[in-house]
């Protein structure tokens, strides 16, 4: 005790000896300099953000349209597990028919792709000749050269080797598109099925943050979100559908080789928003142009008219049936999308969408009308 009571003692007396004077007055955050240093501070922090935001955001893409695929074959998995299977089985079953259904599609697509392609190429000098026998391409070639510009171009490629050339070219720029499209593909299959398994974990982790007296309406407007994407992608997937169908179905009247390729790529360009059909329209108008140019024409003609048929008659009521999402709006955000992130925007718009109008139903106008 004594020996404690002298150590207190002595930091007492240095502390008397040892005087650092009074504490200056706080600085006055209303100085021009405070406030000048604080503010560039911000800046550069959220600049440094921004660009680092924008290094990852191909990483961020991923990372969302796996979280849609996730929640759009979450319906087939709850529909497989209410039969009693566990969700690991029910995910694995999903996964293992995905996989099958794209070694079909590549068994059945790539050779009808790479004959009709060869045959193309082997014909198209006697496609710019069939066009000069209609009069009005011939008139338009008389004044302007454009079918004779045409064939030049395309004795000279075959004439000279460049075509070899220009092959080889080609064939390193696809090696490389393909390469970076299988790790793309192989990353979002990975991200998918550790989201589409944790589906559930990843949910009650976020209700967590969510105050305990909201927790369970805010769970239902969770699941409900969570339905309206299902739903959306199960609505694309029956529109693909019936473009499939129909357009095979015409490929057949007009007497298109390998219809049934044809209608499997149109079911696949049917599920990308917007420019979709406009990739299945040319390859579907390419493989026709093999056979005649009438029935090329034919063939643009056939595809434009049931587009339209889609677009205006058959997505707006799809949507408004599966989401309660007016068919202007489905078009609306899809347009808005597409413009601000591309082909995932354009995914991503129509679900958003339906989410926001569902908060909107179900909690902002309630609000009002209270109010």
Same mark, same amino acid.
């Given at each position: 005790m004594a020996i404690s009571e002298r150590m207190k003692r002595k930091v007492k007396d240095?502390?008397?000896?040892?005087?650092?004077?009074?504490?200056?007055?706080?600085?006055?955050?209303?100085?021009?300099?405070?406030?000048?240093?604080?503010?560039?501070?911000?800046?550069?922090?959220?600049?440094?953000?921004?660009?680092?935001?924008?290094?990852?955001?191909?990483?961020?893409?991923?990372?969302?349209?796996?979280?849609?695929?996730?929640?759009?074959l979450n319906p087939a998995v709850e529909a497989i597990r209410k039969r009693g299977l566990s969700r690991i089985t029910a995910v694995t079953i999903i996964f293992v028919s995905v996989i099958v259904a794209v070694i079909i599609f590549g068994a059945l697509i790539v050779p009808p792709l790479i004959s009709q392609g060869t045959n193309l190429i082997e014909i198209a000098p006697s496609l710019l000749n069939q066009l000069k026998d209609n009069p009005t391409i011939a008139s338009i070639n008389d004044s302007y050269g454009i079918i004779d510009t045409l064939e030049k171009k395309l004795n000279s490629i075959t004439s000279d080797g460049t075509l070899l050339i220009s092959a080889f070219g080609g064939v390193v720029?696809?090696?490389?598109?393909?390469?970076?499209g299988t790790f793309t593909a192989l990353t979002i299959l990975v991200l998918t099925l550790y989201f589409i398994t944790s589906l559930n974990q990843m949910?009650?982790?976020?209700?967590?943050?969510?105050?305990?007296?909201?927790?369970?309406?805010?769970?239902?407007?969770?699941?409900?979100?969570?339905?309206?994407?299902?739903?959306?992608?199960?609505s694309q997937i #029956?529109?693909?559908? /019936? *473009? $499939?169908i129909l357009l095979? %179905?015409?490929?057949?009247?007009l007497g298109l080789p390998s219809p049934v390729a044809i209608g499997i790529i149109i079911f696949v360009c049917g599920l990308v928003p917007l420019i979709g059909h406009f990739l299945g329209c040319a390859i579907f108008t390419v493989i026709a142009l093999t056979q005649s140019v009438s029935i090329g024409l034919a063939a643009f003609l056939g595809y434009i008219i049931?587009?339209?048929?889609?677009?205006?008659?058959?997505?707006?009521?799809?949507?408004?049936?599966t989401l309660n999402l007016p068919g202007a709006v489905t078009i609306i955000a899809a347009l808005i999308g597409t413009s601000l992130l591309g082909l995932v925007g354009?995914? #991503?718009a129509v679900? /958003? *969408? $339906?989410?926001?109008?569902? %908060?909107?139903?179900?909690v902002i106008i309630p609000r009002a009308e209270k109010s």
């Open positions: 240095s502390a008397t000896a040892q005087n650092f004077g009074d504490a200056g007055a706080p600085m006055d955050r209303a100085h021009p300099f405070y406030f000048g240093f604080v503010a560039t501070i911000g800046a550069l922090t959220a600049f440094v953000l921004m660009r680092a935001l924008a290094s990852a955001s191909q990483v961020f893409i991923l990372i969302l349209v796996a979280l849609f695929l996730a929640i759009g720029g696809v090696g490389k598109t393909v390469l970076s949910t009650e982790l976020g209700l967590k943050l969510v105050p305990v007296s909201r927790r369970p309406r805010v769970a239902l407007l969770t699941n409900a979100i969570i339905a309206r994407v299902g739903a959306f992608v199960g #029956l529109i693909s559908s /019936i *473009a $499939a095979t %179905i015409f490929g057949v009247i049931y587009l339209q048929i889609e677009n205006y008659i058959l997505t707006p009521k799809i949507m408004k049936r354009g995914l #991503l679900p /958003i *969408a $339906a989410s926001i109008i569902l %908060i909107l139903d179900e």
